[in-house]
């Protein structure tokens, strides 16, 4: 698609900030208006679309595409956000370990274990540590209160921590991104200790690398996204 507009700014009003091109408020994908709760994240979206050249590149615009989902499909029904964010704790990639004799198991222990407990005493929840193939689901009280702790989330919130926990397959993971000071280099690479040990001993793919390096950048945007939507 060609560019069709010159000029990018930005806009309060509705309850919070949006993007106009050519004095044009834009919608999200499904039509709704695109009004996202802070200033700072309006700027992010004003940047992808400023950054446009002659044609528009749709695969740029990560940070429209999680506000989008956040309006879009997260408000609509967050009941079910919740119930896939939970989802990832039954299978969670910090409570699957590697047999106690293997060198693995102490550098999981190492990274893995203050993350979980971190979450445990910050959630009051307790999470099984699995070595092996085989699989403990999270008790009932568990659940319930990882349920709870994201009602309390907003849409943007749930949008920019879906991503998250995706990349890092580990609701564990996701949750520490959204406290303050939260470190997403070191977030991302606790959540791949097992393939960075692989390479370690066997080194890179080059192909792997590529995609590995592409997954941490979408997982630093997804916490600069969550970051800015509840920037003062």
């Known amino acids: 698609m060609k560019r069709f507009y010159s ?36 700027e992010l979206l004003a940047g992808e679309w400023r950054a446009q050249g002659e044609e528009i590149d749709p695969g740029s615009f990560v940070f429209r595409d999680m506000a989008d989902y956040a309006i879009d499909i997260i408000r609509a029904d967050p009941d079910a956000a919740i119930a896939n964010l939970v989802s990832f704790s039954q299978t969670d990639t910090l409570c699957y370990r590697a047999d106690p004799e293997d060198a693995l198991f102490a550098r999981q222990e190492d990274v893995w274990d203050p993350l979980v407990a971190a979450c445990e005493a910050r959630h009051g929840v307790s999470f099984p540590r699995v070595s092996g193939i085989s699989h403990e689901p999270q008790s009932e009280e568990t659940t319930r209160r990882l349920s709870g702790a994201l009602a309390q989330l907003d849409a943007f919130q749930l949008a ?41 001993l066997w080194g890179w793919d080059v192909d792997a690398r590529k995609v590995r390096d592409m997954r941490a950048k979408a997982f630093a945007m997804a916490l600069e996204f969550t970051r800015a939507a509840h920037s003062a």
């Not at 919070?16 to 004095?23: F, I």
């Not at 991104?177 to 370690?200: H, K, P, R, T, Y």
Request: hydrophobic share 50%; aromatic share 4%.
């Open 7 to 42: 000029e990018v700014s930005i806009h309060s009003g509705d309850g919070g900030w949006h993007v106009a091109l050519d004095t044009r408020p834009i919608k999200t994908q499904l039509g709704a208006p695109q009004v996202v709760p802070a200033k700072a994240l309006a």
């Open 160 to 200: 920019g921590l879906q991503t998250l926990t995706a990349l890092a397959a580990s609701l564990i993971v996701g949750l520490a991104a959204l406290e303050d000071g939260a470190d997403a280099q070191a977030l991302f690479d606790a959540s791949n200790v097992e393939e960075d040990w692989q390479a370690q």
